[in-house]
């Protein structure tokens, strides 16, 4: 079991910055592939940026590379995700998940975070 508490999101500007952290508790964090997604209202739910187990690998959407950056701490316990030049339609609520697999697709993710809002304004 693995429990996953997002923070950091907010409102800012278009061409802003933001960084959200995502807390791990329970089961070994660094056994877990971890991924952000997000969901706007009347959308699907979209993939954004997932990490490997050794952080070695880092996997983006194509709508935010080059902006955001995905990393794992020194301890292996918290996943960030930090969200460079901020569009409106970066606008939705982000999830922080936990897969056992290596794997880009939300289906296929064990646990997620309750989510953080972002608001990004014009």
């Known amino acids: 079991q693995v429990q996953l508490v997002e923070s950091g999101g907010g409102l800012v500007q278009a061409g802003g910055s933001l960084r959200l952290s995502c807390a791990a508790s329970?089961?070994?964090?660094?056994?877990?592939?971890m991924g952000w997604f997000r969901q706007a209202p009347g959308k699907e739910r979209e993939f954004v940026a997932a990490?490997?187990?050794?952080?070695?690998?880092?996997y983006y959407a194509d709508s935010v590379k080059g902006r955001f950056t995905i990393s794992r701490d020194s301890a292996k316990n918290t996943v960030y995700l930090l969200m460079n030049t901020l569009k409106p339609n970066d606008t939705a609520t982000y999830h922080c998940?936990?897969?056992?697999?290596?794997?880009?697709?939300?289906?296929?993710?064990?646990?997620w975070g309750q989510g953080t809002q972002v608001t990004i304004s014009s």
């Open positions: 329970g089961r070994t964090f660094s056994s877990y592939r």
């Open positions: 998940a936990a897969s056992r697999y290596s794997t880009n697709y939300h289906r296929n993710y064990d646990y």
């Open positions: 990490i490997s187990r050794g952080g070695g690998n880092r």
